[in-house]
């Protein structure tokens, strides 16, 4: 989960940006009574903000309409290139949400996303609230953490499917040593689902971890040694002050978590392809597969897919700013 | 505490370390292995027999590739900053009428799958011919970064002291003289923390490379690495060796820029 962090941290008034529940936030009244005329200075912050302007429609909303397009004809190779596509409505989702993938797919995106998360964001709060603690080479050391989550995914992907193979791998091999016998990680649609989520646990740690220990530095060293002075051990300080004090930025990570799992091809598409079967096919590897993992593309399917993919992230999304303004309230 | 304490966690914690970081020790150890000891059993835990042939393959095969995303990441770097940074100016200084819903608009764009972003660009792409260009990733490759960057920008600019930009004014300089000679400098750091992940996200990505440009002269080594794993499953030394090249920037990067590695994570993802 190498992705975007979602900027969320604008400061003063902007951080308030339309809110899940209103949509369009209210003028001030101050505001409304120019709101007529465009005067010098707007016509100048225009001309800086123009060229984001025509990117965003070039490049965000023309592909998007693109891609509904796409979902509601049924092209085939041929109708891409002539461009005369059958208009058919809703059938593709009818066929989508009628699939035998479907289910599959669904169960194992919520898998992958929730224990992926669940032990992301458990392993990077043990690492944060370890490394809070000033010993020599910590510094240096969280430092090395934040490898795995620059390296290209493709990279970690192809270095865990060789540790992860049946035969020569590493871990069979260490799994041996203990008495257990040889497990196909990645060929047996028993476990591949499991292996792929091992791999993105292991990519995400890092990202949870620098998140919440920035939001550790921001608890007053005052309140622990005040809990000390109390008499509170280690683990009474973690759920009584860390723990309750961290949540808001949990919260957060949490949700950023959810948003980057959910959009994960790249991990499962080179340690499985999404197979055997569909065993660890996600919403989003199926819509990748349809399009360009096969020989024979089904773009309006895919396109379809995809949809139902931004649907999901929109309205975790949707949740994620509501918690945001709900914190900038509170 | 005492030093003694102090020394047993950093014990532990170079213990965690390893471990993380096993499994980058596993490529840099496959990758020196000699391709008859790959098929050990059970696998040599250190490269016996040190040979350089897998960096050798990857080098001799897989040059133009790395040369590629190099532009693909330097393109990606000068779009993202060149539209990113105005933006973020206007935004944040110049109260641009409907910022809000600007920003709003930003933070959807980046819950968009890139999967879904592929299969729009690829639906223009085909008609435009840009498929298999590298100006073509370039574009695409930009779309994960810019929403960041704007966003990045407006909260760094908003916390610029006004008066400097009030004395900029009074001394005659227009918006864009402002904007050239005071606020972008300052502005260094957000620029390069900007430039940072722009380069590390276009360098690393392989859905867009897999999709408009597997067919392309100009491969990234994304898809590089990618092929190879395809067509030559005998010599994972190669693959790996390939792999730890194109950790390479990474690497680096992260050792010249480690706060600004934090400080973007930490100011693109929490309150202030």
Same mark, same amino acid.
């Given at each position: ?41 707007? !016509? ?12 965003? &429609? ?54 992958? #996303? ?14 944060? #609230? ?24 493709? *990279? ?33 649609? @028993? ?43 280690? !683990? ?12 808001? &930025? ?14 994960? &091809?790249?991990?499962?598409?080179? =340690? ?59 | ?5 102090? !020394? ?9 370390? #390893?471990? =993380? ?27 016996? @027999?040190?040979?350089? @042939? ?16 190099? *532009? ?31 920003? $709003? ?43 960041? /960057? ?19 004014? *009074? ?14 400098? =300052? ?11 722009? $380069?590390?996200?276009? !360098? ?56 600004? #590695? ?5 100011? /693109?993802? &929490?309150?202030?």
């Amino acid at each position: 989960m190498t992705s975007t962090p979602i900027a969320l941290g604008q400061r003063g008034e902007s951080g308030r940006a339309a809110g899940a529940g209103s949509p369009v936030p209210a003028a001030p009244p101050r505001r409304r009574a120019r709101r007529r005329t465009m005067s010098a200075s707007q !016509w100048t912050a225009l001309g800086f903000a123009a060229p984001l302007l025509v990117y965003l &429609v070039l490049f965000y909303a023309y592909p998007l309409w693109r891609n509904i397009d796409l979902s509601v004809h049924d092209y085939t190779i041929r109708a891409f290139v002539q461009g005369d596509p059958e208009f058919v409505g809703i059938q593709n989702y009818v066929e989508l949400f009628t699939s035998s993938t479907f289910g599959t797919a669904l169960a194992n995106t919520l898998f992958f #996303v929730f224990v992926s998360i669940i032990f992301q964001f458990s392993l990077g709060l043990a690492l944060a #609230v370890f490394f809070r603690a000033n010993f020599p080479l910590s510094n240096l050391l969280r430092a090395l953490f934040l490898v795995p989550w620059l390296l290209p995914l493709i *990279v970690s992907a192809s270095t865990w499917s060789w540790m992860l193979n049946s035969d020569h791998g590493i871990v069979n091999s260490v799994l041996q040593s203990f008495g257990i016998g040889q497990i196909n990680w990645l060929t047996s649609p @028993d476990t591949s689902l499991l292996a792929v989520t091992i791999a993105n646990i292991w990519l995400g740690i890092p990202f949870n971890l620098v998140i919440l220990y920035s939001g550790l530095q921001n608890i007053p060293g005052e309140v622990y040694e005040a809990a000390s002075l109390d008499g509170a051990g280690p !683990w009474r300080q973690f759920w009584s002050i860390t723990f309750p004090l961290l949540k808001p &930025v949990s919260a957060i990570t949490l949700l950023l978590g959810l948003i980057y799992t959910l959009k994960v &091809v790249d991990v499962i598409w080179v =340690m499985t392809t999404g197979g055997p079967g569909t065993s660890s096919t996600t919403l989003a590897v199926w819509s990748y597969r349809e399009a360009f993992g096969t020989g024979q593309p089904s773009f309006s399917l895919a396109a379809a897919v995809g949809n139902v993919l931004i649907v999901i992230a929109l309205v975790f999304g949707f949740l994620h700013l509501r918690l945001q303004r709900g914190q900038e309230n509170s | 505490m005492t030093t003694q304490r102090r !020394w047993w966690k950093t014990a532990l914690g170079v213990l965690f370390t #390893v471990v =993380m970081l096993f499994p980058v020790y596993w490529m840099i150890n496959v990758s020196l292995t000699e391709t008859r000891n790959l098929r050990a059993d059970p696998p040599h835990w250190y490269p016996r @027999d040190l040979t350089l @042939d897998g960096y050798t393959a990857a080098l001799s095969q897989q040059l133009p590739a790395l040369a590629t995303s190099l *532009v693909i990441g330097l393109g990606c770097v000068v779009l993202t900053v060149l539209i990113a940074a105005p933006a973020g100016y206007s935004i944040a200084l110049l109260n641009l009428r409907g910022r809000r819903s600007l920003n $709003f608009l930003l933070l959807v764009a980046q819950m968009i799958p890139a999967v879904v972003m592929a299969m729009g660009f690829y639906a223009v792409y085909v008609r435009l011919g840009l498929l298999n260009t590298v100006g073509g990733l370039i574009v695409a490759n930009s779309t994960i970064a810019v929403p960041f /960057g704007v966003l990045l920008y407006t909260a760094f600019m908003s916390g610029l002291p006004r008066e400097i930009l009030q004395a900029a004014r *009074v001394d005659g300089a227009s918006a864009w003289r402002s904007f050239i000679s005071v606020v972008l400098p =300052m502005s260094r750091n957000s620029t390069l923390t900007v430039a940072l992940f722009a $380069f590390l996200w276009a !360098w690393s990505d392989f859905i867009f490379a897999s999709t408009l440009n597997r067919n392309g002269n100009f491969i990234p080594i994304t898809l590089g690495i990618y092929n190879y794993i395809g067509n030559n499953t005998t010599q994972w030394n190669a693959i790996m060796a390939t792999a730890a090249i194109a950790s390479v920037p990474a690497a680096v990067l992260l050792v010249m820029a480690q706060r600004y #590695v934090a400080a973007g994570v930490t100011a /693109g993802a &929490v309150k202030d």
